[in-house]
Nanobody
Framework: VQLVESGGGLVQAGGSLRLSCAASGRILSINDMGWYRQAPGKQREVVAVTTSAGSTNYADSVKGRFTISSDNAKNTVYLQMNSPKTEDTAVYYC?????????????WGQGTPVTVSS
């Protein structure tokens, strides 16, 4: 299973940016998909998660500004980042819990950098 993120880059504070992550490979079902981020010198932290049942959870720091959504038919998850702040600067990682027929596995993308300028 491979996860490929796209959409990262440079954005001005107050602007908007959309990240995408597509999962491919031997996938029978996906339980949940989400986004984490890691800023320089900090630990990786959860940003937002969405489940196959449609529920979503957000870190308090992004509630009201970021929106996670998914296209189950395409095994793709998105992160719409509105009104980003400089403190949102980080490498964003996509993750998915996948059932491949033999069992469940947690998979990660390679990360896409997001830089928010003031």
């Amino acid at each position: 299973v491979q996860l490929v993120e796209s959409g990262g880059g440079l954005v001005q504070a107050g602007g908007s940016l959309r990240l995408s992550c597509a999962a491919s490979g031997r996938i029978l079902s996906i339980n949940d998909m989400g986004w984490y981020r890691q800023a320089p010198g900090k630990q990786r932290e959860v940003v937002a998660v969405t489940t196959s049942a449609g529920s979503t959870n957000y870190a308090d720091s992004v509630k009201g500004r970021f929106t996670i959504s998914s296209d189950n038919a395409k095994n793709t998850v998105y992160l719409q980042m509105n009104s980003p702040k400089t403190e949102d600067t980080a490498v964003y990682y996509c993750t998915a819990r996948v059932f491949n027929g033999s069992g469940y596995g947690q998979y990660w993308g390679q990360g896409t950098p997001v830089t928010v300028s003031s």
